[in-house]
């Protein structure tokens, strides 16, 4: 272990330790009210969206504006000597790394030196003449119109001093990175492999997933726009406020006079959280041609100028007594980093999802030249559950079990890596749902077993968890003398129905009907938010907004203090919000929100809150969990693999908008689909060149290859969050491409243990 590693290992079990001190998360008393909380409301941004209303950021036009296309690399390591910029109609300017402005080296996201900054990475793309990885911008060319950008950009060439790159994991020296996305990179109980050698039975095998591309329907773009000093940008950015901090930074500019602007993304799943370079060189072609510019990237510069999952390898140890009951789990993964170290983390499901009293869980990362890593929808965790979870299923078929009877006996009561209790964990609920819902009772105990005609019929499970976080937010809250309620957020609608259920959480909290909620949004100047990802929106958001709503009654009884108001003297502790105002506790003395606003003269009130600490995260295991149930039909004679039928049954708290959750948990196990079957970025390990930029050949499922998916809930509230809620957005995904190898070998009898199943591996 580096020096990091021990350290950040350290200061973990310190920072375990003394949560046990700290209290509880405070329970809120709408987790089991009823109201719009728990109503499958429709989407309240549904028809601008289908309607073509809403601005996404490239829609947006300004006077003036120039655009601009990227030119990239063609070697993957070494220097620039010449660029060839042949004259071409309508350019404005070409800004190279001669006439680049400086812009200041950013900490990148996900570090020790940046934990919570915005910028992909560290590296000084356009202000120097060295490569790090193919495809890195090289030039920017700002022309009138975006056919005269890329033709000009089309004619643009570099010749190179080449340098020797490494762009393989074979052979590549694996190092333990100082933290694994905030887990501890090695944890160790027990002697494992003694427990190994004594278990009554044994599988150890080898997992692998590939590269990976984020495909969202919206490519990555920015536009920029200087007014003096002053800096505007709208951007599809997950972290407005973190792109304002970086920016400003970078460009040395105070972070008043900066605004990121980015209420609507079309998809972002971890690859918008951070900024990729093309932001800072829209910003600086801006600065530099005195004109707006807009810069969208192409679909095929999506794949080299933006980050992609991780590829992965996982060797992966489990002993059992004869009972089933683990006695030993080893799970060494190994995955990719850059210059700036981002480790994949793909041994969380191993550290919290079984018990087991002999454990050893290492991460390592090898260093490539290559672009930074992305987040991607249940980053780590998703292809590391691919691998436990195969592996679970390998040692039931070992022992005889039922595979859903072996995670039944391993259920564990305390978290197994560092024996504090769960906040919550329904799991076995989650278990029993989808077995009854599925019919997991009838599944056939042998391989090949469900012929039908050249088809091969197979059912497979697996079991999903994902680490629960809540972040940082501020929102502000105004109420005007109409009764109505806007409240104004630096997060963004990234597609999942954001504003459409903090809509419905504030109307319960505030006690208005959902009609007078307004929820604006994606604004950096509203609030210091860092809300980037990780599933953390619904609680943490509501964290601030129940903030904002005591904020508000105790300034609505200050406006009634020395008034004739039956409210008037009475502290906040007495008073409740509901039926469109304040009214006394199990009292229906009280004012309407408009009568006291009214009263005091005043058209509005206006108030601020903020999240509350998340103790309950540090102090309890806070996880949410799942259980994948497929049916898959194999092509005896093709190899072809169908997913024909699903059921995923999941334990996420209280679940806010029953639909909205729905259409979450359907698109993540979408998703899992393409990781199982189709997706996989072929880079070509000689030139570092990616060979399948574009859908026509990196192949992600369509309607035609999604079956029937049926959703089930647990939904019991977690005592210690935010509407007893939690964040599921990225628990569809995991242990999809584990359920889906499971049901191919029953169907078959072959294990796959390298994504994506394709027909070629079970011909």
């Given at each position: 272990m ?33 109201g719009?909380?728990?109503r499958?409301?429709d989407?309240?941004d ?5 309607t073509?209303?809403?601005q996404?950021?490239?829609?947006h ?10 030119v ?26 001669h ?14 030196r940046?934990?919570l900054?915005?910028?992909?990475m560290?590296l ?10 193919y495809?890195q ?5 700002v022309?009138e ?13 570099a010749?190179?001093?080449p ?11 694996p190092?333990?990175p100082a933290?694994a ?33 984020h ?5 990555h773009?920015?536009?920029?726009h200087?007014?003096?000093?002053r ?6 950015s997950?972290?407005?406020?973190g ?14 006079r ?14 918008k ?12 072609a801006?600065?530099?041609s005195?004109?707006p ?7 095929a ?8 999952r ?7 140890s489990?002993?059992a ?13 190994l ?8 480790a994949?983390?793909?041994a ?14 290492t ?17 780590g965790?998703?292809?590391g ?13 070992r ?32 278990y ?25 019929v ?6 999903a ?21 806007t409240?104004?957020?630096s997060?963004?609608?990234?597609g ?7 809509s419905q ?8 009907p ?14 210091k ?8 929106a ?20 200050k406006l ?32 309407s ?24 995260t ?8 799942g259980?994948?149930f497929?049916?898959?039909r194999?092509?005896e ?10 059921v995923?049954a ?7 908008n ?23 970025t ?15 050949e990196?192949?992600?499922?369509t ?20 509407l ?40």
């Amino acid at each position: 272990m580096s020096l990091a590693s021990r350290g950040f290992a350290l200061a973990s079990k310190a920072m375990s330790k003394l949560g046990r001190l700290l209290p509880d998360g405070k329970p809120d008393p709408l987790a089991h009210g009823l109201g719009e909380i728990g109503r499958p409301a429709d989407r309240l941004d549904g028809h601008a969206k289908a309607t073509g209303a809403v601005q996404y950021t490239a829609d947006h036009r300004l006077p003036g504006l120039a655009y601009a296309v990227v030119v990239g690399s063609t070697v993957a390591k070494g220097r620039i000597t010449t660029i060839h910029i042949p004259p071409a109609p309508g350019v404005l300017l070409v800004m190279t790394h001669h006439n680049a402005p400086a812009m200041k080296r950013t900490s990148a996201y996900a570090t020790l030196r940046g934990p919570l900054g915005a910028a992909a990475m560290s590296l000084p793309v356009l202000n120097t003449d060295e490569i790090f990885w193919y495809g890195q911008p090289i030039a920017v060319v700002v022309a009138e119109s975006l056919e005269q950008a890329r033709y000009a950009a089309s004619l643009i060439h570099a010749d190179y001093r080449p340098q020797r790159a490494t762009l393989s994991m074979i052979g590549a020296k694996p190092f333990t990175p100082a933290h694994a996305v905030l887990e501890e990179p090695v944890t160790k109980l027990g002697d494992a492999r003694a427990a190994l050698a004594s278990a009554a039975a044994v599988v150890e095998a080898e997992y692998t997933t590939p590269l990976e591309h984020h495909n969202a329907m919206e490519p990555h773009a920015t536009l920029a726009h200087w007014e003096g000093d002053r800096l505007t940008v709208h951007d599809t950015s997950q972290y407005p406020y973190g792109v304002k901090e970086m920016l400003a930074k970078k460009f040395s500019l105070p972070e008043e006079r900066v605004q990121v602007l980015s209420p609507f993304i079309g998809g972002g799943f971890g690859g918008k959280t951070c900024a990729w370079p093309h932001v800072s060189l829209a910003v600086a072609a801006a600065k530099l041609s005195g004109r707006p510019v807009k810069l969208v990237l192409s679909r095929a510069d999506v794949f080299t100028m933006t980050g992609g999952r991780a590829p992965t390898r996982s060797r992966v140890s489990l002993g059992a007594d004869a009972e089933g009951r683990l006695t030993a789990l080893e799970h060494h993964a190994l995955s990719s980093c850059t210059t700036d170290e981002f480790a994949e983390a793909a041994a969380i499901a191993s550290r919290h999802l079984y018990a087991c009293p002999n454990l050893h869980a290492t991460q390592q990362v090898v260093r490539l030249d290559r672009i930074q890593n992305a987040f991607f929808r249940g980053p780590g965790v998703a292809p590391g559950s691919f691998a436990l979870e195969s592996a679970m299923d390998e040692l039931a078929w070992r022992l005889g079990l039922d595979p859903l009877e072996l995670r039944l006996r391993n259920e564990p009561e305390r978290d197994p890596a560092s024996g504090i209790r769960f906040a919550s964990r329904h799991l076995r609920e989650a278990y029993a749902l989808g077995a009854d819902a599925f019919g997991w009772s009838s599944r056939p105990p042998t391989t090949r077993a469900v012929p039908d005609g050249h088809w091969l019929v197979g059912y497979g499970m697996a079991a999903a968890i994902n680490p629960d976080a809540v972040l940082i937010a501020g929102v502000k809250l105004r109420l005007t003398t109409d009764g109505t309620v806007t409240i104004h957020s630096s997060t963004n609608e990234l597609g999942a129905g954001t504003s459409t259920a903090q809509s419905q959480a504030a109307a319960d909290r505030l006690g208005l009907p959902l009609d007078r909620i307004r929820f604006e949004q994606g604004d950096s100047d509203v609030a210091k938010t860092r809300i980037p990802g990780a599933s953390a929106a619904t609680t943490t958001l509501s964290s601030a907004i129940w903030s904002a709503r005591d904020n508000l009654v105790r300034e609505l009884l200050k406006l009634v203090r020395d008034t004739d108001s039956p409210l008037a003297g009475r502290p906040s502790s007495e008073v409740e919000t509901r039926d469109g105002g304040l009214f006394l506790i199990s009292s229906r003395r009280g004012e309407s929100y408009e009568r006291i606003l009214a009263r005091a003269g005043l058209e509005a009130v206006e108030v601020e809150g903020r999240s509350a600490l998340p103790f309950q995260t540090i102090k309890r295991g806070t996880y949410t969990y799942g259980a994948h149930f497929c049916e898959v039909r194999v092509d005896e004679d093709t190899g072809e693999v169908r997913v024909t039928r699903w059921v995923g049954a999941f334990d996420g708290g209280r679940i806010v908008n029953p639909k909205q959750a729905a259409s979450q948990m359907r698109g993540g196990i979408i998703m899992g689909i393409g990781m199982a079957l189709t997706e996989e970025t072929l880079l070509d390990e000689r030139t570092g060149r990616i060979v399948n930029r574009s859908l026509a050949e990196y192949h992600v499922p369509t309607h035609a290859d999604v079956p029937d998916i049926e959703i089930r809930f647990v939904d019991r509230p977690d005592p210690q969050t935010p509407l007893g809620a939690k964040g599921i957005g990225e628990l569809g995904i995991v242990g999809v491409a584990g359920a889906i190898a499971n049901a191919v070998y029953h169907a078959t009898g072959k294990r796959v243990r390298t994504l994506p199943i394709t027909p070629d591996k079970l011909m």
